[in-house]
């Protein structure tokens, strides 16, 4: 018993001076933890030289990127609202892609809400003027962007919207510009259309007096006929409380022999003026404007009674040529349905807008003042555009656009482009 106890004395005094004499440094017993950090090290140098290639490569200057604020204003919410989501989502579409492209021109943007008031449209535009807006696409609609048009000119903003359709838009305000037809745009390419292509010989209009869309697209249809010889045999018009019933009209140009109907409507009456045709077994050309666009989507409507039907509208999405082709796919895969003419509109505006900057050699160091000069510059310095809403489209001084038309002819239920 003893002699373990001075045994156990003897290895505890044994381990104590290990212990001292290691941490006393010795060099045999500190060199073996010494060689970890060793190798330790070598292998961060052995890192180091093989990331240096990669330092060297990120030392070198990148091709310079410039990055563009581009906003956007629309009804997200609200009445109008399938406008401005479809505006909001083609732009969106066209953003997407000009990045993709990796080249020195990219955009930023950012979407406001105004849910098609034009007080809040103009909340929407000073919001995005704080973000560091410098061009923007929109608004959707005419009441909100003749009033942030105001804004926008007195800041010197450039504005393209892709929808709003009325001159007053664009009147007095050199920084404004359309990518959709105007109304009285679409009464004279109509009839100039008809003209050039013999689609008719004796023309009857039937159209809206209680509606200014209607009545001043049936105006200007009416004194561009005048002017390039084609003939009116009869005109009749109805209002929203007599949209019902169009018997009294089809009639009379049955009897004046009209064999086309010129229709510069909205579809709902529309659909009711071609099934009242076929039970009275009238059966000329009809043709309509873009306010037609959506009769095949109308719930209740025989589709069959619009085979052969001719309308113009600024998007085809049933169009073979490659730009559309490619929108709608991009689209589709994006949104999980066919754009309408508001997102093909939306689409054109940032790709236009992405070609005068480059055409312009537009820097975004610029001012929006320098910016919106350089633009409206180009946009009515010969600067052509070739997009889904129409080919080889330039711009006036007044802002608006003159570009072919994209006339259809609706067959089985699809667009045919003529």
């Given at each position: 018993?003893?002699?373990?106890?001075?045994?156990?004395?003897?290895?505890?005094?044994?381990m104590?001076?290990?212990?001292?004499?290691?941490?006393?440094?010795?060099?045999?017993?500190?060199?073996?933890?010494?060689?970890?950090?060793?190798?330790?090290?070598?292998?961060?140098?052995?890192?180091?030289?093989?990331?240096?290639?990669?330092a060297?490569?990120?030392?070198?200057?990148?091709?310079?990127?410039?990055?563009?604020?581009?906003?956007?204003?629309?009804?997200?919410?609200?009445?109008?609202?399938?406008?401005?989501?479809?505006?909001?989502?083609?732009?969106?579409?066209?953003?997407?892609?000009?990045?993709?492209?990796?080249?020195?021109i990219?955009?930023?943007?950012?979407?406001?809400?105004?849910?098609?008031?034009?007080?809040?449209?103009?909340n929407?535009?000073?919001?995005?003027?704080?973000?560091?807006?410098?061009?923007?696409?929109?608004?959707?609609?005419?009441?909100?962007?003749i009033?942030?048009?105001?804004?926008?000119?007195?800041?010197?903003?450039?504005?393209?919207t892709?929808?709003?359709?009325?001159?007053?838009?664009?009147?007095?305000?050199?920084?404004?510009f359309?990518?959709?037809?105007?109304?009285?745009?679409?009464?004279?390419?109509?009839?100039?259309?008809?003209?050039?292509?013999?689609?008719?010989?004796?023309?009857?209009?039937?159209?809206?007096?209680?509606?200014?869309?209607?009545?001043?697209?049936?105006?200007?249809?009416?004194?561009t006929?005048?002017?390039?010889?084609?003939?009116?045999?009869?005109?009749?018009?109805?209002?929203?409380?007599?949209?019902?019933?169009?018997?009294?009209?089809?009639?009379?140009?049955?009897n004046?022999?009209?064999?086309?109907?010129?229709?510069?409507?909205?579809?709902?009456?529309?659909?009711?003026?071609?099934?009242?045709?076929?039970?009275?077994?009238?059966?000329?050309?009809?043709?309509?404007?873009?306010?037609?666009d959506?009769?095949?989507?109308?719930?209740?409507?025989?589709?069959?009674?619009?085979?052969?039907?001719?309308?113009?509208?600024?998007?085809?999405?049933?169009?073979?040529?490659?730009a559309?082709a490619?929108?709608?796919?991009?689209?589709?895969?994006?949104?999980?349905?066919?754009?309408?003419?508001?997102?093909?509109?939306?689409?054109?505006?940032?790709?236009?807008?992405?070609?005068?900057?480059?055409?312009?050699?537009?820097t975004?160091?610029?001012?929006?003042?320098?910016?919106?000069?350089?633009?409206?510059?180009?946009?009515?310095?010969g600067f052509?555009?070739?997009?889904?809403?129409?080919?080889?489209?330039?711009?006036?001084?007044?802002?608006?656009?003159?570009?072919?038309?994209?006339?259809?002819?609706?067959?089985?239920?699809?667009?045919?482009?003529?």
């Amino acid at each position: 018993m003893k002699l373990t106890k001075a045994l156990a004395l003897i290895m505890a005094l044994a381990m104590m001076f290990a212990l001292l004499t290691g941490c006393g440094g010795s060099g045999n017993s500190a060199s073996a933890p010494a060689e970890e950090p060793a190798a330790d090290t070598a292998e961060t140098a052995e890192t180091a030289e093989a990331a240096e290639p990669a330092a060297e490569e990120a030392a070198e200057p990148a091709e310079d990127v410039m990055v563009f604020h581009i906003g956007g204003v629309g009804p997200l919410t609200g009445a109008a609202a399938i406008y401005g989501n479809a505006h909001n989502n083609g732009s969106q579409v066209a953003v997407d892609e000009i990045n993709a492209l990796g080249g020195s021109i990219q955009f930023e943007y950012k979407f406001e809400d105004d849910e098609h008031d034009p007080e809040k449209s103009v909340n929407a535009y000073n919001a995005l003027k704080d973000w560091g807006m410098q061009i923007l696409v929109g608004p959707t609609t005419t009441q909100p962007a003749i009033a942030v048009g105001a804004e926008a000119n007195a800041d010197r903003i450039f504005l393209l919207t892709p929808s709003a359709s009325s001159t007053d838009v664009t009147d007095g305000k050199d920084n404004a510009f359309q990518m959709c037809f105007t109304d009285p745009n679409q009464g004279i390419t109509a009839a100039n259309y008809i003209k050039d292509n013999a689609v008719g010989e004796k023309v009857a209009i039937i159209y809206n007096n209680a509606d200014a869309y209607s009545t001043g697209i049936a105006q200007s249809f009416t004194d561009t006929a005048a002017e390039i010889g084609l003939e009116i045999v009869s005109t009749t018009t109805f209002t929203d409380d007599s949209a019902n019933d169009f018997s009294v009209q089809l009639t009379e140009a049955k009897n004046a022999e009209a064999d086309l109907v010129f229709l510069p409507i909205y579809y709902t009456p529309a659909s009711l003026i071609l099934a009242q045709a076929k039970d009275m077994e009238y059966a000329p050309i009809f043709f309509g404007v873009d306010g037609m666009d959506g009769i095949l989507d109308l719930e209740g409507f025989d589709t069959s009674l619009a085979n052969g039907v001719m309308l113009m509208t600024p998007f085809n999405p049933w169009g073979t040529d490659e730009a559309t082709a490619n929108f709608v796919d991009a689209f589709v895969d994006a949104y999980g349905s066919k754009p309408n003419q508001f997102a093909a509109d939306g689409y054109d505006c940032v790709w236009a807008i992405y070609e005068a900057i480059q055409e312009a050699g537009i820097t975004p160091d610029m001012s929006n003042e320098e910016i919106c000069d350089a633009l409206i510059a180009t946009f009515t310095g010969g600067f052509t555009f070739n997009g889904t809403t129409g080919n080889d489209m330039t711009w006036s001084a007044n802002g608006e656009v003159s570009k072919a038309p994209i006339v259809v002819t609706i067959q089985d239920d699809i667009y045919v482009n003529n």
